[in-house]
C-alpha cells in the first residue's frame, strides 16, 4: 500500500519510483509472475504450472558462474532431498547466457529438480527484481509469493514452517 501511494516520487526521483512499484508487486501475498523458459530438452517449462502442482514451490534464479550460488548449490540439493516428498519442489531460472555452462554445471552437480534458461527476450529478470544471484522466492500451490528476500541459511526453516 505505501508503495502505491508514493505519487511525489514520481515526479522528484522516477527511477526509485519504478524500483519502489516493482517491490510492492512482489511481497507476501501477491501473485507471483509466471516465467517462462527452456528445460534441458528443450521443452516449455512454466513456474505457475508448477506451483499448482505443488504445495510449495522454491523458485531460485541463479548462474553457474556466480560463486554465490556455487555456494549455496549444495544447501539448495539438501533441502530438495529433505522436502521434495513432503511437497517441495524447485523450478531453477538460469540467467546463464552460455547454455554449455548451464548443462555442465547441471550435470555435474546432479540437479534433478526442473531447471530452465531464459529466453533472450524474457522480462523474469524485471518481474522478480533480480538484483543478485541466487535470489530465491518460496510461492505456494496458489502461486502466490510466501516469502520474498530470503537468505540461504534461512529457507530450512522457513520451508519446515511452511510444510509442517
Avoid at 508503495?3 to 516493482?22: E, F, G, M, R, W
Avoid at 512454466?46 to 504445495?55: C, D, H, M, S
Avoid at 554445471?105 to 531447471?115: D, E, K
Wanted: aromatic share 8%; glycine share 4%; hydrophobic share 40%.
Amino acid at each position: 500500500q505505501w508503495a502505491n501511494t508514493q505519487h511525489s516520487l514520481s515526479n522528484d526521483q522516477p527511477v526509485l519510483a519504478a524500483k519502489i512499484k516493482l517491490v510492492g508487486n512482489l511481497l507476501p501475498g501477491m501473485p507471483a509472475p509466471d516465467v517462462t523458459g527452456q528445460n534441458l530438452n528443450q521443452q516449455t517449462q512454466n513456474l505457475l504450472a508448477t506451483a499448482k502442482n505443488n504445495k510449495l514451490t522454491l523458485l531460485i534464479f541463479w548462474e553457474s558462474e556466480c560463486p554465490h550460488c556455487r555456494k549455496a548449490m549444495p544447501d539448495f540439493i539438501r533441502l530438495y532431498n529433505e522436502y521434495h516428498a513432503k511437497g517441495l519442489e524447485v523450478f531453477a531460472v538460469s540467467l546463464d547466457t552460455d547454455k554449455n555452462k548451464w548443462k555442465q554445471f547441471i550435470a555435474a552437480n546432479h540437479l534433478t529438480w526442473q531447471n530452465i534458461v531464459l529466453p533472450e527476450n524474457s522480462s523474469a529478470h524485471a518481474d522478480y527484481f533480480i538484483q543478485y544471484t541466487p535470489t530465491v522466492v518460496l510461492i505456494d500451490g496458489n502461486g502466490n509469493i510466501i516469502k520474498r528476500f530470503l537468505r540461504v541459511e534461512d529457507l530450512g526453516q522457513e520451508i519446515a514452517d511452511i510444510l509442517k
